[in-house]
């Protein structure tokens, strides 16, 4: 009599056990992501709040260092707080007023030793990186990096200027190539505009492909004939 046949196992050789579970982690893993690190961020942003509402209370009167106390415990308020005096300092400094104390807070901690230097270098990265008329970031491109013959995805920056360009003959231009999965470390170089390719990709597009290590592929569009570096 032959012996019944085992549907626990069979079921389970037919279920794709590890295929479902890359599947849903694939689907829940960016959302765990994005709310982990805006998670962090608020809760930054709250510890600044806490210190600020701290060194308020320690010069204040008890009565209204209690009221302060009180603010610490709302969750996200530092977030809210935060942000809107961001928006009310960029409201205020974009009238002629408040470029003039703009100017004026400048003159001052450009005049403070060993402040000057970090204050200059942080100042002209983030003009640079946000000012609406300016290239940094804004151009994905082709190098190659860290041998010849071997490529990967860079941002231009701008070109170079000053001491440097007298002493570099040529059209060269400025190249970020950053780091994978991270794309916050990189690497600086000063490359000739020959030797890299410009892409069509969007900056978005690029640094999804650097942080997915080439999982994650750009939109296909459909390109020229051409595809040799830019002249």
Known sequence: MSAAPNTSATWGSKVPFKKYLLTGLMVWLPLAITIWVLLWMMSVLDGLFGQLLS???????????????????????????????????????????????????????????????IYNSVKKVSDTLFSSNGNAFRTALLVQFPRPGSWTIAFQTGVPNGEVAHHLPGDLISVYVPTTPNPTGGYFLLLPRSEVIELEMSVDEALTYVISMGAVSPTARSLPSDHGPAT
Do not use: C, Y
């Open 55 to 117: 060194a308020m209370s320690a010069v204040s009167s008890d009565q209204f260092g209690a009221s302060l106390e009180k603010l610490r415990h709302i969750p996200g308020l530092g977030v809210v707080l935060v942000l809107g005096f961001m928006l009310l300092t960029g409201a205020l400094v974009s009238n002629v007023a408040g470029r003039w104390w703009l100017k004026q807070w400048n003159r001052m901690f450009t005049h403070i030793p060993v402040v000057k230097s």
